[in-house]
């Protein structure tokens, strides 16, 4: 059975480009122009992805109330919001309403496609029992490459799939000096670099509301980031 | 910005204006010469009518004239330094006759004196006297108040003797003690016609007013009356109705003035506080930092404020539409770019001929270039919003910036650097990412202007209050109109070039956002030792709170 992907998106061009190409895929896509249209139908029958816009139409903010109806309907419906804005108040306002990643219209199709395929993977992995590992350890961190979690001493770091990326990226070669660029080309999104300076930002609170003394990820700079084995 | 050419204010102005108001005492003065001329005629009239009088009273007695008297050396003579508040007025010399004093006495309650003469011009008999006793000092003007009656003494009195003759009774009276009596008035009298004359005294301190009238016996002119008068009293008058006008003009010009200056001073106090807002309200850059509270007034100057306010509430509106711009411009950008961006992406995944893929990828390519432009427009709008929520913290300036400088190095491989920093820890609050995106803009910026092979020096200096951070290099000089404005948003001072690099003039505005949240400064400058630029940011250990 294909998956189904709902697309929620104002602009008739886009909505179709996205359709179009996540049908190729071998998705089956529905698409909404508006939040009304969008909501009955998820009410109806959940999707198994929704791709939302925030702006629709003359509702300004239509995409996020649309998100939290969505996650009332379903608190496992990987989310992806796809948005012209991309400033910090907004990513961490959607990220806040239970959304799994924030990508700006910046975004390629094929880094769209892998993201999609990457949330999906997830999603099944997490609802299917222990199968075949590949877990990257380094230290208190355990990355799981498949079911693309993390874990810190043993505790769910809860990263968007964006963030998980860019841990994994830094955490691989270990002292090594991670620039922007490469963080970027790695978690697949292509930002400006106050927007990794915020990526970088909000990880580092994440694992910090684990471990205090959490201080692996380093400011390089001038030239990066780097992930500094932990002491003891 | 305070301008020091206001050369005269309100207040003066209207001072200014007061001074038409001097023209007063100066019409006063003429009234008074009017009255003057007037009291004077008046006198001559009197002087003239009393010597008819007289004369009627001895028309017509023949006998009075025909005795002939000689003896004149034993007659008292009067003289100028007798006390004459002593000497009755009412006195009646009796020189020759004393049937003519006799009638004189009866007419002698005057302040006249009045001389009988016969046709030989002997004097027959004299009555009163030209000096009359000296006003008391007690009969001054009835100022209540001390300090009135202090001014009116010390100061206006002085005042008004030294622009008025003043009457005195110390003069010399030259004909008092004559036994022949010679003049104009008494040559015109004996030729039988009304004489009024008007003559000095012989020291000139007072005028003396005569008037002679002929006595005539029959057909023939006997003798003659002399009344003669000095115009001390009128003198006295016109002073006395000329101090008593200008006192009340002082005393209105005096409160017209106060009550002036202090209008002026509330009308000043006004405009000036409108100004202090109205300058307060916008800053060095013109940003509108607070609203202006428009007064309520009803007048003028409350139009003006409230004018001034809705002004500042129209360029408050407009600066923040300007600001908003840019970042609804891109987004307004993105959803077409993101149209044709996901168009060519979809074609670039269908089954193409290899030389349409060329196409694509320019496309691409273009698309990249347009987002990379938007990206760069919205970067300062970002890190505006950023600076609000941004954190400072401890860090060791020395190493962020070194650590930068070993990035440029290796981002621009054909660019030498020269880093000067302290050696040793330099700890500073504030964000390190910050300073770092700073530096980034500088560095770019001196990379694009300096003279291939010549080096980009780095130089973090300590200073009294806190560092400079500067970046020097080799190059053009910067055109001495942009020196203020470097530092604006969307200024550049690069020419042309088709380098595919967006030039926006956003980069040293970044900085200055920066060092400005940091409590410091930007400022750009020629080199002094090569031809060359340097961009110095100072940063204050004591950060400025925001």
């Given at each position: 059975m294909s998956r189904r992907i709902a697309i929620v998106e104002d602009e008739p061009a886009i909505r179709g480009n996205y359709a179009d190409v996540l049908r190729k895929q071998g998705y089956e896509v529905a698409a909404y122009g508006n939040r009304a249209d969008a909501l009955a139908a998820f009410r109806t029958r959940l999707p198994d992805l929704a791709v939302v816009d925030i702006g629709l139409g003359d509702d300004i903010d239509g995409g996020f109330a649309l998100c939290r109806e969505l996650r009332a309907l379903s608190a496992t419906v990987p989310i992806i919001f796809l948005s012209a804005r991309d400033s910090d108040f907004d990513i961490v306002a959607g990220l806040r309403l239970g959304a799994d990643d924030y990508l700006t219209k910046d975004v390629s199709l094929p880094h769209l496609v892998a993201r999609i395929a990457a949330l999906f993977r997830r999603a099944d992995l997490l609802a299917a029992p222990q199968a075949s590992e590949e877990i990257l350890e380094r230290g208190p961190l355990s990355l799981?490459?498949?079911?693309?979690t993390a874990h810190w001493a043993g505790n769910r770091v809860d990263l968007t799939l964006t963030e998980f990326w860019m841990v994994h990226a830094l955490a691989r070669f270990p002292g090594h000096v991670k620039d922007r660029d490469s963080l970027m080309r790695d978690a697949k999104i292509v930002v400006d670099d106050s927007t990794i300076t915020s990526h970088i930002k909000r990880i580092r609170k994440k694992f910090l509301a684990l471990d205090r003394k959490f201080d692996c990820i380093e400011t390089v700079y001038g030239m990066g980031y780097r992930w500094n084995p932990a002491e003891g | 910005m305070i301008r020091p050419r206001i050369a005269l204010g309100i207040r003066a102005q209207l001072l200014l204006v007061l001074t038409v108001f001097l023209a007063i005492p100066w019409l006063g003065y003429e009234y008074v010469r009017e009255l003057e001329r007037f009291l004077r005629d008046a006198q001559e009239r009197t002087l003239a009518g009393t010597a008819q009088a007289v004369a009627t009273a001895l028309h017509d007695r023949s006998g009075l004239f025909d005795v002939l008297e000689t003896p004149l050396e034993t007659l008292p003579s009067e003289r100028a330094s007798d006390d004459v508040a002593a000497r009755p007025n009412t006195a009646v010399d009796t020189l020759a006759s004393p049937e003519i004093a006799q009638i004189l006495h009866g007419l002698s309650r005057t302040t006249a004196r009045i001389w009988v003469v016969d046709r030989e011009q002997h004097v027959l008999a004299r009555a009163g006297s030209l000096k009359r006793p000296e006003p008391g000092s007690a009969g001054g003007a009835a100022d209540t108040s001390r300090v009135g009656a202090w001014l009116d003494r010390e100061v206006l009195q002085p005042l008004y003797a030294k622009v008025l003759q003043q009457p005195t009774?110390?003069?010399?009276?030259?004909?008092?003690?004559?036994?022949v009596a010679a003049g104009k008035d008494l040559e015109g009298a004996l030729a039988g016609i009304l004489t009024i004359d008007r003559r000095p005294s012989a020291d000139g301190k007072a005028i003396i007013v005569s008037a002679a009238h002929p006595i005539w016996v029959g057909d023939e002119v006997k003798g003659a009356v002399i009344v003669e008068e000095t115009t001390n009293a009128v003198l006295a008058e016109r002073n006395r109705a000329f101090a008593r006008l200008f006192n009340i003009v002082l005393a209105a010009l005096l409160v017209g003035s106060v009550a002036l200056t202090l209008y002026a001073s509330w009308l000043s106090s006004r405009i000036r506080r409108l100004r202090d807002e109205a300058e307060a309200a916008i800053d060095a850059r013109g940003r509108v930092r607070r609203p202006l509270t428009g007064s309520n007034a009803g007048d003028e100057i409350g139009d003006l404020s409230r004018s001034f306010g809705s002004a500042l509430a129209r360029l408050t509106e407009y600066a923040s539409y300007q600001e908003a711009m840019a970042s609804r411009l891109s987004h307004e950008l993105r959803t077409p770019i993101a149209v044709v961006r996901s168009s060519v992406d979809n074609l670039a995944l269908q089954q193409l001929p290899a030389d349409a893929r060329i196409y694509i990828e320019r496309a691409q390519q273009g698309l990249s270039r347009l987002a990379n432009i938007i990206t760069r427009i919205t970067e300062a709008t970002r890190l505006e919003e950023g600076l609000a929520e941004a954190e400072g913290e401890r860090f060791d300036l020395a190493r962020v910036i070194a650590g930068c400088v070993d990035g440029y190095r290796a981002a621009y491989p054909a660019q030498v650097f020269e880093l000067q920093v302290p050696s040793g820890e330099v700890p500073y609050f504030g964000a390190p990412e910050l300073i770092a995106q700073m530096l980034d803009k500088l560095c770019a910026n001196a990379v694009e202007f300096a003279t291939p092979g010549t080096p980009i020096v780095v130089a973090l200096k300590r200073e009294e209050t806190g560092f400079r951070l500067s970046v020097g290099n080799e190059g053009p000089t910067l055109p001495p109109t942009m020196q203020g404005r470097l530092f604006d948003s969307m200024v550049s001072v690069r020419?042309?070039?088709?380098?595919?690099?967006?030039?926006?003039?956003?980069g040293l505005y970044i900085v200055r956002l920066i060092a400005e949240f940091h409590g410091g400064r930007a400022t750009a400058a020629n080199r002094a030792d090569v031809q060359g630029v340097t961009v110095s940011v100072v940063l204050p250990l004591v950060r400025a709170v925001r």
């Amino acid at each position: 059975m294909s998956r189904r992907i709902a697309i929620v998106e104002d602009e008739p061009a886009i909505r179709g480009n996205y359709a179009d190409v996540l049908r190729k895929q071998g998705y089956e896509v529905a698409a909404y122009g508006n939040r009304a249209d969008a909501l009955a139908a998820f009410r109806t029958r959940l999707p198994d992805l929704a791709v939302v816009d925030i702006g629709l139409g003359d509702d300004i903010d239509g995409g996020f109330a649309l998100c939290r109806e969505l996650r009332a309907l379903s608190a496992t419906v990987p989310i992806i919001f796809l948005s012209a804005r991309d400033s910090d108040f907004d990513i961490v306002a959607g990220l806040r309403l239970g959304a799994d990643d924030y990508l700006t219209k910046d975004v390629s199709l094929p880094h769209l496609v892998a993201r999609i395929a990457a949330l999906f993977r997830r999603a099944d992995l997490l609802a299917a029992p222990q199968a075949s590992e590949e877990i990257l350890e380094r230290g208190p961190l355990s990355l799981d490459l498949k079911r693309l979690t993390a874990h810190w001493a043993g505790n769910r770091v809860d990263l968007t799939l964006t963030e998980f990326w860019m841990v994994h990226a830094l955490a691989r070669f270990p002292g090594h000096v991670k620039d922007r660029d490469s963080l970027m080309r790695d978690a697949k999104i292509v930002v400006d670099d106050s927007t990794i300076t915020s990526h970088i930002k909000r990880i580092r609170k994440k694992f910090l509301a684990l471990d205090r003394k959490f201080d692996c990820i380093e400011t390089v700079y001038g030239m990066g980031y780097r992930w500094n084995p932990a002491e003891g | 910005m305070i301008r020091p050419r206001i050369a005269l204010g309100i207040r003066a102005q209207l001072l200014l204006v007061l001074t038409v108001f001097l023209a007063i005492p100066w019409l006063g003065y003429e009234y008074v010469r009017e009255l003057e001329r007037f009291l004077r005629d008046a006198q001559e009239r009197t002087l003239a009518g009393t010597a008819q009088a007289v004369a009627t009273a001895l028309h017509d007695r023949s006998g009075l004239f025909d005795v002939l008297e000689t003896p004149l050396e034993t007659l008292p003579s009067e003289r100028a330094s007798d006390d004459v508040a002593a000497r009755p007025n009412t006195a009646v010399d009796t020189l020759a006759s004393p049937e003519i004093a006799q009638i004189l006495h009866g007419l002698s309650r005057t302040t006249a004196r009045i001389w009988v003469v016969d046709r030989e011009q002997h004097v027959l008999a004299r009555a009163g006297s030209l000096k009359r006793p000296e006003p008391g000092s007690a009969g001054g003007a009835a100022d209540t108040s001390r300090v009135g009656a202090w001014l009116d003494r010390e100061v206006l009195q002085p005042l008004y003797a030294k622009v008025l003759q003043q009457p005195t009774e110390d003069f010399s009276d030259e004909r008092a003690g004559r036994t022949v009596a010679a003049g104009k008035d008494l040559e015109g009298a004996l030729a039988g016609i009304l004489t009024i004359d008007r003559r000095p005294s012989a020291d000139g301190k007072a005028i003396i007013v005569s008037a002679a009238h002929p006595i005539w016996v029959g057909d023939e002119v006997k003798g003659a009356v002399i009344v003669e008068e000095t115009t001390n009293a009128v003198l006295a008058e016109r002073n006395r109705a000329f101090a008593r006008l200008f006192n009340i003009v002082l005393a209105a010009l005096l409160v017209g003035s106060v009550a002036l200056t202090l209008y002026a001073s509330w009308l000043s106090s006004r405009i000036r506080r409108l100004r202090d807002e109205a300058e307060a309200a916008i800053d060095a850059r013109g940003r509108v930092r607070r609203p202006l509270t428009g007064s309520n007034a009803g007048d003028e100057i409350g139009d003006l404020s409230r004018s001034f306010g809705s002004a500042l509430a129209r360029l408050t509106e407009y600066a923040s539409y300007q600001e908003a711009m840019a970042s609804r411009l891109s987004h307004e950008l993105r959803t077409p770019i993101a149209v044709v961006r996901s168009s060519v992406d979809n074609l670039a995944l269908q089954q193409l001929p290899a030389d349409a893929r060329i196409y694509i990828e320019r496309a691409q390519q273009g698309l990249s270039r347009l987002a990379n432009i938007i990206t760069r427009i919205t970067e300062a709008t970002r890190l505006e919003e950023g600076l609000a929520e941004a954190e400072g913290e401890r860090f060791d300036l020395a190493r962020v910036i070194a650590g930068c400088v070993d990035g440029y190095r290796a981002a621009y491989p054909a660019q030498v650097f020269e880093l000067q920093v302290p050696s040793g820890e330099v700890p500073y609050f504030g964000a390190p990412e910050l300073i770092a995106q700073m530096l980034d803009k500088l560095c770019a910026n001196a990379v694009e202007f300096a003279t291939p092979g010549t080096p980009i020096v780095v130089a973090l200096k300590r200073e009294e209050t806190g560092f400079r951070l500067s970046v020097g290099n080799e190059g053009p000089t910067l055109p001495p109109t942009m020196q203020g404005r470097l530092f604006d948003s969307m200024v550049s001072v690069r020419e042309k070039r088709g380098d595919g690099e967006p030039h926006l003039g956003l980069g040293l505005y970044i900085v200055r956002l920066i060092a400005e949240f940091h409590g410091g400064r930007a400022t750009a400058a020629n080199r002094a030792d090569v031809q060359g630029v340097t961009v110095s940011v100072v940063l204050p250990l004591v950060r400025a709170v925001r």
